[in-house]
């Protein structure tokens, strides 16, 4: 068994203000203050100010000289500068689990596609399990592909991309059909190797998430 270190202290902070930039509850521009934080969560000044390091990693808070830190302001511009990015790291993802997959993959990345088929078809689809479970994918796709640096420049991504859905959770919740039949259709592309058509269909899957994002911040 692999050994499998603890959260430090500065990651859960930062796991737990990621999911308060993500949500809303932090609005983009507040300022985060780091006396108040390290007070209000009871923990050392040094921790907080790790756990905003990991935040700017991820996209969700800008750490500016003399003037502190704030959650990243957020609009379709950005939005769409974001999933530009992200989408290419996705393309070179999907093309490397195109060349790399082996008969014993097969079930790995097929649960976590059929896991995410299944959450989006449950009525009222809740948009947290649909995001996690979107991730999910992502996730059984790395393991396979074994890349450490594009595993972790996904990983950064993370969460500014789960932000935008958060923050444009009901046009999301009406594009679930154009999601459901992403992955329907990724699956069998990956499975015959065949990297174009999976090109297309993540280039197609990021415009309409673009699409969606646009119109909520509109």
């Not at 393309?91 to 989006?120: F, G, H, Q, S, Y």
Request: charged letters at 20%; one cysteine or more; glycine letters at 4%.
């Amino acid at each position: 068994m692999d050994f499998q270190a603890p959260n430090t202290l500065a990651e859960q902070i930062a796991g737990y203000m990621a999911k308060r930039i993500m949500t809303g509850q932090i609005q983009p521009g507040q300022r985060i203050q780091e006396a108040n934080l390290a007070t209000e969560l009871k923990v050392s000044r040094a921790s907080v100010k790790e756990a905003l390091y990991t935040l700017e990693r991820w996209h969700l808070v800008e750490i500016t000289p003399r003037k502190g830190a704030s959650a990243t302001q957020i609009n379709a511009e950005y939005a769409t500068e974001l999933y530009d990015v992200y989408m290419h790291l996705l393309i070179m993802l999907a093309t490397r689990l195109c060349e790399r997959w082996k008969e014993d993959d097969k079930p790995l990345v097929m649960d976590a596609v059929n896991r995410i088929v299944a959450t989006v078809n449950e009525p009222g689809a809740d948009i947290t399990a649909v995001v996690e479970a979107s991730f999910g994918v992502m996730e059984a796709a790395c393991a396979v592909v074994n890349n450490p640096y594009l595993t972790e420049s996904l990983s950064n991504f993370k969460p500014a991309v789960s932000r935008t859905y958060y923050l444009s959770a009901q046009r999301y919740r009406q594009g679930l059909i154009h999601t459901l039949r992403f992955f329907t259709e990724l699956q069998p592309a990956v499975l015959a190797r065949d990297s174009a058509t999976v090109r297309t269909l993540i280039e197609d899957f990021a415009e309409q998430q673009k699409n969606l994002i646009r119109k909520a911040m509109a």
